[in-house]
């Protein structure tokens, strides 16, 4: 109950404030490690475990509990990690979104994304003044905007998420916006009174590394009740019905375009969390729509893909969108058309993030209406939304194919036709060395390392 195996429905007995159950559940199991540390349990030592837990590690589960001062999230942490005064001073005259953004930019410089899962537009208050790339940890809400993550996935590459720093990683950097590209921010007075350097982190941008970049060109509806059977077979069969319209019906990794949406919607994971591939979706799509289908359906009756939707909770979180170069993804909810789905180096998910203009540099239209951002290619900004699944580009593909075929970023036309030479339509050498369908080919464009200015 405390520590799962994998993830699965939980019983009804459990409150309808799972979320805050779940929170309770981690608070029992810091207080027993805790308890452990402090009175020297036997079974602990004999595990050559450490004393206390290095602050990286302590800081993944802050934004789960609760705290009078958000500050506080950060400054108990001096009782749980041992390395906590290598981070920050206890020092409330700091505000607490200065101490936030500066232990992310601490992360951010030792190759350490975790922070990621708890920052982005889709899960920071409206009208706030963070950066985009900062973490905000205080309502406690888990649950919002997060993608139940299978251990196993390292879209970005080998995983950085809360591993205690290792020496020489390259790490991104923060940078202060030039003059005429700052924000117009409404600070209250606790902040304009703020006399520190820090204070110009609120005016930065970050540069992540990234190594796939891709334009979003459809969005599914969103189901706002995840009890509305109605909305949700409406959004179903939108998006079948644009599926089946595209001009090819095999996906990237030769899956069939409707099996790969249908994976894409349990992220491609069993009740048990175990991965699954077409056949999983062949042998029990059908039985779960007619399930949902049926006006006499029950719990007692649910079949085993159910279990997947809602082990998975992503399409009430998250909304299906697809790509110009033909990804599927789940992305949050507050996604908009022309956004685009990238895969940042070191970082276990797929992020959306999307082209951001300066104030300075925005233009009326005739009509009096500023137009719209940059497109992709163009913007030399980006704000950071949030996570989001790709189907097929979950376990290092991007840069297996990158260091493959030596993709570049926005390639010249002899570099493009070096890479599909290669490719050999699918069936070069490179593939079958890869273990990769041939289907990836149309994907190298997307791919190739550079450096995305987040703010």
Known sequence: MVTPRSIEVYPDYISEDQNGTLNN???????????????????????????????????????????????????????FAADANEWFEIDYRVP??????????????????????????????PDGILPSWAPDFRDGNWGK?????????????????????????????????????RKR???????????????????????????????????????????????????LRGDLQYIEKLGSQAYLNGDSVTDAYKLTLILSSGRDQSPVDSNYARDNWDDWMRWL?????????????????????????FRFAMTRRGYFCLVPQVTRLHDAVAILEGYSLGVV????????????SDKGCEETPKAIEEAEYFEFIGD???????????????????????PTQDQLNKMLKASDS???EGWKTLGLHGGYERILETLGDRLVKVV
């Not at 206390?52 to 993944?60: E, G, K, L, Q």
């Not at 196993?152 to 020496?167: E, F, I, L, N, Q």
């Not at 359906?297 to 159910?306: G, H, K």
């Not at 989001?388 to 926005?410: D, L, P, Q, T, W």
Request: hydrophobic share 35%; with cysteine.
């Open 293 to 317: 289908e049926d006006p006499l359906s029950t719990r007692d009756n649910m079949p085993i893909w159910e279990y997947s939707m809602e082990a998975a909770e992503a399409i009430h979180r």
């Open 96 to 125: 607490w979104e200065i101490l936030y953004t500066d232990v992310a930019r601490r992360f951010l410089q030792q190759g350490i994304l975790g922070f990621l899962k708890s920052a982005g537009r889709a899960r920071q208050k």
């Open 145 to 181: 905007s997060i993608i139940e993550e299978n251990p196993a996935w390292m879209a970005g590459g080998p995983k950085t998420d809360w591993a205690s720093a290792t020496p020489g990683r390259a790490g991104g950097s923060v940078h202060n916006l030039p003059k005429r590209h």
């Open 25 to 79: 559940l981690a608070a029992i199991q810091h207080i027993h490690r805790r308890r452990r540390q402090l009175f020297g349990d036997s079974h602990w030592h004999e595990k050559g475990r450490k004393n206390i837990s290095p602050f990286s590690s302590c800081i993944a589960d802050v934004g789960r509990f609760g705290a009078t001062d958000p500050r506080d999230k950060m400054y108990a942490l001096q009782c």
């Open 185 to 235: 921010l409404n600070l209250p007075d606790r902040l304009q009174n703020f006399k520190d350097t820090r204070k110009s982190l609120l005016q930065s941008y970050a540069n992540f590394k990234c190594m796939m970049c891709d334009e979003i060109i459809y969005l599914a509806d969103v189901v706002e009740d995840p009890f509305d059977v109605k909305a949700t077979l409406d959004v």
């Open 353 to 364: 993030i999307r082209p951001w203009q300066p104030p300075s540099t925005h233009v009326k």
């Open 426 to 428: 699918g069936h070069g």
């Open 388 to 410: 989001s699944y790709i189907h097929g580009m979950m376990n290092n593909e991007a840069r297996c194919i990158v260091e493959e075929f030596n993709c570049k970023n926005n």
